[in-house]
């Protein structure tokens, strides 16, 4: 009896060291003990998706995903950390999750909204689809579009100019196609020339035109097409159009009512043709519409409108220039579609962007129209669209009540949602629109927090590279290294918004009817990093090398 109660002494002994009886099973989190490794915290493992082919073996282990895989690559899901692909045209024409191929993004300056347009325009361009950036009001997109090998048509004061009277290639098409159809097209460039001059005539008067000289300036564009004809090498200019209306051809005379007295034409017209004189070059717009457009659309490749050369405070200007951007870009989508019915090309797709849209709606009466139009017919035109604005306050910021009512209809009609960090005084008149729940609505005010008071640069925090970038089986980590040493790109790279963002950069929610959001972070990968499409603060990181005289003693410029 005394061995065996030795025994048992020793064994107990035994097991108060890190050895484990044979008799222990590990659990959940190991072994149990001092020593014995015990997992006090776990961390969540990286889940990965792919289909049924290929994940077939490892049943009964995988699930079903939660979110659609199909569209441009976007980010990963907060909640499931799977990735999440979405862009508004797979997703209506593909998924058919939503019934309108538009999408509308909303959050605070500096939270990543532009970021998610460029990254959906690089995608769908690699997806065969054509981004059009009908007029970029602070040159955001610029880079974006000659890095997709696009062309830049850049518009301002002595910079460019583009033509009311341009039909952008649809004389050349209608050319080609058979009589109906090339009835068709000539009746819609006549219709949206003769409201392209109302337009632009409206916002200079800051009125309408009356009956009377809307029928005046049809008559007048009727007889300038019939000079001009089918075979014409240019198309015709606004001086012509003053010509016309200072010839006093029968036609237009017989819509005047002038009883035959040209005493009395001239009185009839005399507002009409100051208005054609303002547009010739002799008012406030200058020479921007005054004579042949200086670019040519290609409606194979990516483009955009750069009117960052407008300042701010020439807001007719703006407003006139993205009237007649928005009618070049519905003119080259018309022709194109009407030469694909034919048979003569091959069915293009079109991506349209408007970004900063309370710059656009605010810009001038007509514009809520176009935009309106838009959102309501994208799907007969075979255009997807994206939208972005700050707070839904701007959509409610247009100077005229029935404007105020169109824009927010705007809102109703996107088939997708995609939302940032918003300040939670917006969220009464957002869920008006938008079906929200009271967790989704703390989640997106708690976005919109600034990072942390402390930058690190007190303590003894190293940040490494690892903390801004995660390699990528394309790119090297020595290419990584070589890049983050790079002098001209120092200054970017260490930006402490770079390193420690604010919670809510780069983190949105889509939005799609009433069903519950997805909650999805955008990270940049490297290249678009090296690349500089989504720095949009190029001003505030300029190097010292780049702001020294060439060959000088390195005195600053």
């Known amino acids: 009896m005394m061995r065996k109660s030795k025994k048992s002494k020793d064994a107990r002994a035994t097991t108060g060291s890190t050895a484990v009886p044979k008799s222990r099973k590990a659990g959940a989190r190991g072994f149990a003990g001092r020593g014995l490794g015990e997992a006090k915290m776990l961390h969540p493992m990286r889940e990965m998706r792919g289909t049924n082919y290929q994940v077939c073996g490892l049943y009964p282990f995988p699930m079903g995903g939660g979110s659609p895989i199909s569209g441009v690559p976007l980010g990963r899901n907060l909640i499931t950390g799977e990735p999440v692909c979405c862009d508004p ?35 769908l361009s690699a997806f065969g689809t054509i981004p059009m950036v009908l007029g970029d009001i602070k040159g955001e997109h610029v880079l974006m579009i000659r890095k997709l090998g696009g062309a830049v048509l850049e518009l301002g004061r002595g910079v460019g100019q583009i033509n009311p009277l341009d039909d952008f290639g649809a004389m050349a098409i209608a050319r080609k196609l058979s009589p109906a159809r090339r009835e068709e097209l000539l009746t819609e460039l006549h219709d949206r020339r ?29 007889v300038l097409e019939e000079e001009h004809g089918e075979d014409a090498t240019e198309p015709p200019e606004m001086k012509d159009l003053l010509r016309v209306l200072k010839a006093r051809p029968e036609q237009v005379r017989a819509v005047a009512l002038d009883r035959g007295s040209d005493e009395r034409y001239d009185e009839i017209t005399e507002g009409l043709e100051g208005s054609f004189n303002t547009l010739c070059g002799a008012g406030s717009f200058g020479r921007m519409f ?13 483009m955009v409108f750069d009117l960052s050369r407008i300042p701010q405070s020439d807001s007719d200007l703006r ?14 989508v018309t022709a194109s579609n009407m030469a694909a019915d034919d048979g003569l090309v091959q069915r293009r797709r079109y991506f349209m962007v408007l970004d900063e ?11 809520v129209d176009e935009v309106n139009a838009l959102t309501r017919l994208n799907r007969e035109w075979g255009v997807g669209m994206v939208m972005a604005s700050h707070t839904p306050s701007d959509l409610m910021a247009v100077r005229d009540e029935n404007d105020r009512h169109k824009a927010k209809g705007i809102l109703n ?37 600034p990072a942390a008071w402390t930058d690190g640069r007190d303590g003894d925090i190293q940040y490494t590279n690892d903390d801004v970038f995660t390699t990528t089986t394309f790119v090297s980590d020595a290419a990584i290294h070589e890049w ?37 972070s955008v990270d940049l990968t490297p290249t678009e990093r090296s ?6 603060e190029r001003k505030w990181h300029t190097t010292k090398k780049r702001m020294v005289k060439k060959g000088g003693s390195g005195g600053a410029l």
């Open 89 to 123: 045209i797979t997703w209506f024409m593909k998924l058919r999750l939503i019934a309108n191929p538009s999408a509308f993004l909303m959050a605070n300056p500096g939270l990543g909204k532009s970021s998610v347009i460029r990254r959906m325009c690089m995608g």
């Open 194 to 222: 003769r409201g392209l001059v109302a337009s632009l005539i409206a916002i200079q008067r800051k009125e309408p035109l009356n009956e009377r000289e809307r029928n005046i300036l049809d008559r007048c564009l009727s």
């Open 290 to 302: 005054a004579g042949q457009s200086t670019d040519r659309i290609d409606p194979t490749r990516p």
């Open 319 to 332: 407003a006139a220039t993205l009237m007649t951007c928005w009618t070049a870009g519905f003119s080259v």
């Open 357 to 367: 849209l309370w710059n656009t709606l605010a810009a001038g009466r007509g514009l």
């Open 413 to 449: 009609r996107c088939g997708m949602k995609i939302l940032g960090g918003l300040a939670r005084a917006e969220m009464p008149l957002l869920t008006q629109s938008v079906s929200l729940s009271q967790r989704e609505q703390d989640q997106l005010a708690n976005w919109q927090d």
């Open 484 to 520: 983050l040493e790079d002098s001209d790109e120092a200054e970017w790279v260490e930006d402490d918004r770079t390193r420690t963002p604010p919670p809510g950069q780069g983190k949105f929610l889509i939005k799609v009817g009433s069903r519950a959001g997805i909650p999805v």
């Open 531 to 536: 690349s500089g499409v989504h720095d949009t």
